[in-house]
């Protein structure tokens, strides 16, 4: 089976950082795209980042200049660096991949969400 664990979320003043981490684990035979959605209470989740298997990025617009993500294919992770952080960014964060298994099968996996709350 398949998994993505998400580490990285807590509380943080506005103008604060924090870094999102989600490792893949499992019979994994290729990770392709990976991303980071975000879900907001009363709101439907929404992309904020997402990277390609060669490092294309795409980011919503209201990170753009604040967020970076990064991936290491060595340790099939996908990493969300948040700078200047608002207190519009808080929500529950959700790591996506699409990853094909050790029996040639492709899905789109989600992470279990973790915690982002900006306040001061």
């Known amino acids: 089976q398949v998994q993505l664990v998400e580490s990285g979320g807590g509380l943080v003043q506005p103008g604060g950082s924090l870094r999102l981490a989600c490792a893949a684990a499992g019979s994994i035979a290729s990770i392709y795209d990976m991303g980071w959605y975000r879900q907001a209470p009363g709101k439907q989740r929404e992309l904020v980042a997402t990277?390609?298997?060669?490092?294309?990025?795409n980011y919503q617009d209201s990170v753009k200049g604040r967020f970076t993500i990064s991936r290491d294919n060595t340790k099939k992770t996908v990493y969300l660096q948040m700078n200047g952080l608002k207190p519009e960014d808080t929500a529950v964060y959700y790591c996506k991949a699409r990853i094909t298994t050790a029996r040639a099968t492709s899905n789109n996996y989600w992470g279990q969400g973790t915690q982002v709350t900006v306040s001061s």
């Open positions: 990277i390609t298997n060669d490092h294309y990025t």
